[in-house]
């Protein structure tokens, strides 16, 4: 027979299964006290999609339809990532050969590996699943000039991690006109050349040695496929510096840098913002008004400044390979002036498409986090291997468009917080 002794710690267990429940039926209601009366507070964010195959959150969805203030991703940093892109020169097969800077022998590597921190908030690393999900069953057009075709190219790249895009159309010198299609999310992408958004013709060699611009036309190459668009990103503003003579009904209304025309020289600030005007007007009128019921968003990439030291065709045109810090640089003269015009024409159209409740219109503002980085540009690999026998004096470079990978990667990060945000938009009005 064993005996328990009262000295020993055997006594123990039974004090304890006495005093259990009254601990578990004290403890509970001031749990539950403290849950109702302060709740615990969400965090910033959190995680949405991890695959293709998941959904969005309901509860995530709340939380990020309940900010009230956008983060402003125009102020901040460009701190150091070791991760580096989500792609390679090689990996996509869309790049525009003049900025896969990689694959045209670029020494250097490290414009690859910065990320743009904003001041106020995070800006996630795109997430491609997050994106095919959101564009399910849609169509996003890119329309515009050659920075249309940046941001696209990129976009595709990005995605094409996950789900290869198939070319389903292709038209026009220079793969102006393109047709993408993601059969694994039924989405449609596609970029129109339209360097003016408005009705223009170009300069050629065997014409005029100016654009001709039709300030009251849009530009129907691309806007005749307006109805079936979804999503719409637009990007103008270098082909306005160029020589160029407006018309504003039958009626000249002016010219830019026309030297030998008997007209009126006007600059390129107002011909840009009629432009602008013309363009969103156009969306407004038949996309608010139509009787489908089928919504557009609309989103406007602000100017991109150029970083050309000295000559274009000089070597070291655009020589620098890091950012600009905070403070170093500022948005002034023109590039201030032709972000500044968008940003002021976006927030006119917004005011007129209130009445209507499927447009939604927004400026995705790139100009300040594109004027930090002098350090993103093809410069003289916009051609393979320009040093392959001896540095020369003379060397053409591109110091306006983006290498891929590159900053332009930022742009599509921030498109896909905007996409985010009018998505949770959308599930909250319902």
């Given at each position: 027979m064993v005996t328990y002794s009262p000295s020993k710690d055997h006594s123990y267990p039974s004090l304890t299964r006495k005093l259990l429940p009254w601990t578990f039926y004290t403890i509970i209601p001031l749990v539950l006290f403290r849950l109702y009366f302060y709740p615990c507070p969400l965090p910033h964010s959190l995680p949405i999609l991890i695959s293709s195959s998941s959904s969005l959150s309901p509860s995530t969805l709340e939380e990020e339809s309940s900010k009230e203030t956008p983060c402003d991703y125009t102020s901040g940093d460009w701190v150091q990532d070791e991760r580096g892109p989500l792609y390679n020169g090689t990996t996509c097969g869309t790049i525009k050969e003049g900025q896969n800077c990689m694959a045209h022998g670029r020494p250097d590597m490290g414009y690859l590996y910065w990320r743009w921190k904003p001041k106020q908030c995070e800006l996630p690393r795109f997430e491609p699943n997050i994106f095919l999900q959101l564009l399910s069953n849609k169509h996003l057009a890119f329309v515009g000039d050659s920075m249309a075709r940046n941001q696209l190219e990129s976009l595709l790249c990005m995605l094409a991690s996950v789900s290869a895009p198939n070319l389903v159309y292709r038209d026009g010198e220079d793969n102006k006109y393109r047709r993408w299609h993601f059969d694994s999310h039924n989405i449609t992408i596609s970029v129109y050349w339209s360097p003016f958004l408005v009705k223009g013709v170009e300069k050629s060699n065997a014409g005029p040695n100016h654009n001709k611009l039709y300030l009251d036309h849009v530009d129907e190459r691309w806007a005749a496929d307006m109805n079936g668009f979804d999503l719409l990103v637009l990007s103008v503003g270098h082909w306005f510096l160029h020589p160029a003579v407006y018309y504003e009904g039958?009626?000249?209304?002016?010219?830019?840098?026309?030297?030998?025309l008997n007209h009126t020289e006007i600059g390129f600030y107002d011909v840009l913002r009629k432009a602008l005007k013309t363009t969103l007007n156009t969306a407004i009128q038949r996309r608010g008004r139509g009787t489908n019921g089928k919504g557009i968003e609309v989103i406007l990439t602000t100017f991109s400044p150029s970083h050309f030291e000295g000559d274009w065709d000089k070597f070291g045109a655009c020589p620098k390979t890091k950012p600009y810090q905070e403070g170093e640089k500022?948005?002034?003269?023109?590039?201030?002036?032709?972000?500044?015009?968008e940003i002021q024409e976006v927030e006119a159209a917004k005011l007129s498409a209130m009445q209507f409740d499927n447009l939604r219109l927004e400026a995705l503002d790139v100009t300040k986090l594109s004027l930090l980085r002098p350090d993103g540009h093809p410069g003289p690999y916009m051609y393979p291997f320009p040093f392959a026998n001896g540095v020369t004096e003379r060397v053409q470079n591109d110091c306006v468009h983006w290498c891929l990978p590159g900053p332009v990667d930022t742009w599509n990060e921030i498109l896909l917080e905007m996409i985010k945000r009018w998505a949770y938009q959308s599930i909250r009005q319902e």
């Open positions: 039958d009626s000249v209304l002016g010219c830019h840098y026309c030297p030998g500022s948005v002034e003269g023109m590039d201030a002036d032709m972000r500044n015009i």
